[in-house]
């Protein structure tokens, strides 16, 4: 009897305690720091490899990077990325349009990985809340940007060894002229 | 006429006081709430989103007054009055300070015992009306958790009746004039305040709405005014207990005399609402079978002991 009385009030301590306990440690929260970021008055950390909005680049001499070889587009996995390859009289390739529908982007990153010129990258801009669909999809010229971006001093045509107009095939910046397969010299 | 005229003032003075007090609490909460979750709670809406309810009371007059068509049309509609018409009538017969307050029954405690006892009709008409499985659900715990506190909060108070002699509230807080009655029926402030947050049916009891298990429990399918009248009489339910607390056990209006009695009242109300508040957000709730078991095995015990007691040493 005694031992039962005993046990009884034991877990009507525990009980008490347990939930005291609990007060306690709410009620000490009155005064810590709220972890509220308040975001449109006060903008978030963004972490430096965030991938938001999609931006088409231009190499230093201001030429679009971009040379429509569609890779972006086939690494797509929601297919947001249309675009028409075009070729002007210098024989450079350009995208005759290009067009990302945003309403479909998951932002993954993958056309970034696969474009060849740095061409297309992704930004920390996140903000693209439109109140029409169609105002999503962003043709050419929304997508380019005045700058390089990324990688401000990469060329693609500098560095590739094909031959444009104006510079002929090893006249690039780390290129050797081409060996002459026919001269059987060392 | 001239006391007609001040019991008048009186009587419209306190209803606004309710149903704007118990408006703004649910702001108070959300905040309160906000802070202990390290947030802020709403925060927008006016000074420190204080005018918060005046959003929400717009949102929710705005909304379609919608009964469902295969709800008992009549009940669906009386059931949220009810809830709201119990809360305040109770409310009438507590006295806040000298002067002030609605009515001064000299059987006010039974009178504020049975007005919350009809309380549990509106959560089981706005159930049974909904025609709905969750609000049955509801409305089932409702009636269980009823009659599990109801039988200890009536008796948790007779010790307060046996050491004032009274069953008028004015005469019980001037009966403690010489000591609240929290010191020696402490047992019995426990198993009150306990059954005063069952009878708000809030978090830890909050069975009959149980967010989580029942979509929104008893009034899953009320929207709009409805709906507020249901949160608005909860929320003067919280309001009524703490000033019940105050009343039997803090003394009422008693206080040191540089402040005047309506403040002493006041403040002992609001930290009870405070407190509750904190409950709220620390709280787990248990199952349906341990609220039951826990009213029945301990608390109901401990009121008849606490009785006992307190009828024992008062022969003596």
Not at chain 2, 24 to 42: A, C, K, S
Request: with cysteine; net charge neutral; proline share 5%.
């Amino acid at each position: 009897m005694l031992q039962r009385v005993l046990h009884i009030s034991y877990l009507i301590w525990d009980y008490l305690y347990s939930n005291l306990l609990t007060l306690w440690t709410v009620a000490s929260h009155t005064f810590s720091k709220a972890d509220t970021v308040e975001y449109p008055d006060q903008m978030p950390y963004l972490a430096p490899r965030f991938r938001g909005r999609i931006v088409l680049t231009r190499d230093p001499s201001g030429e679009e990077r971009c040379v429509a070889c569609n890779l972006c587009a086939s690494a797509c996995p929601t297919d947001c990325i249309a675009l028409q390859k075009t070729e002007d009289e210098t024989g450079r390739w350009s995208a005759e349009y290009f067009r990302i529908n945003f309403s479909r982007c998951v932002f993954c990153g993958l056309c970034e990985e696969a474009c060849p010129t740095y061409a297309i990258q992704l930004t920390q801009d996140f903000e693209l809340a439109e109140y029409q669909r169609q105002n999503l999809v962003y043709e050419k010229h929304h997508l380019l940007i005045d700058g390089p971006g990324k990688h401000p001093d990469y060329s693609f045509y500098e560095l590739s060894g094909k031959a444009v107009s104006g510079r002929a095939k090893g006249a690039g910046k780390l290129e050797a002229p081409p060996v002459d397969v026919k001269s059987l010299l060392p | 006429m001239h006391t007609a005229l001040i019991q008048l003032i009186n009587v419209v003075a306190i209803l606004l006081f309710v149903v704007f007090g118990a408006a703004l609490l649910t702001w108070v909460e959300r905040r309160l709430l906000g802070i202990w979750q390290d947030r802020y709670g709403p925060n927008r809406v006016g000074p420190l989103g204080s005018l918060q309810i005046v959003a929400d009371m717009i949102k929710l007059l705005m909304k379609q007054d919608w009964v469902p068509p295969f709800a008992d049309r009549l009940v669906f509609i009386v059931a949220p009055a009810i809830a709201m018409f119990v809360v305040v009538a109770a409310f009438a017969v507590i006295p806040m300070a000298p002067g002030i307050g609605v009515i001064d029954l000299n059987i006010g405690l039974l009178f504020f015992l049975a007005m919350t006892s009809l309380g549990v009709y509106a959560v089981m008409f706005g159930a049974y009306a909904s025609d709905n499985k969750y609000a049955l659900l509801g409305g089932l715990r409702a009636a269980a958790q009823m009659v599990s506190y109801e039988v200890f909060m009536g008796l948790s108070l007779m010790g307060v009746v046996m050491l004032a002699g009274s069953f008028n509230l004015r005469e019980l807080v001037l009966a403690q004039a010489d000591g609240w009655f929290i010191v020696p029926q402490f047992v019995g402030f426990m198993i009150f305040f306990v059954a005063g947050i069952a009878e708000s049916h809030r978090t830890p009891f909050d069975l009959p709405e149980a967010e989580h298990e029942l979509t929104a429990g008893f009034h899953t399918e009320y929207s709009g005014m409805k709906f507020a009248m249901f949160f608005l009489g909860e929320y003067v339910s919280v309001l009524m207990t703490a000033a019940m607390i105050t009343v039997l056990f803090l003394g009422g209006w008693l206080g040191p005399a540089w402040l005047p009695p309506l403040f002493w009242f006041l403040l002992k109300t609001t930290l009870l609402v405070l407190s509750m508040i904190l409950i709220r957000g620390a709280l787990p709730r248990p199952r349906y079978d341990q609220l039951m078991a826990f009213g029945w095995k301990v608390m109901l015990p401990l009121a008849l002991i606490n009785l006992l007691a307190t009828g024992a040493l008062k022969l003596m």
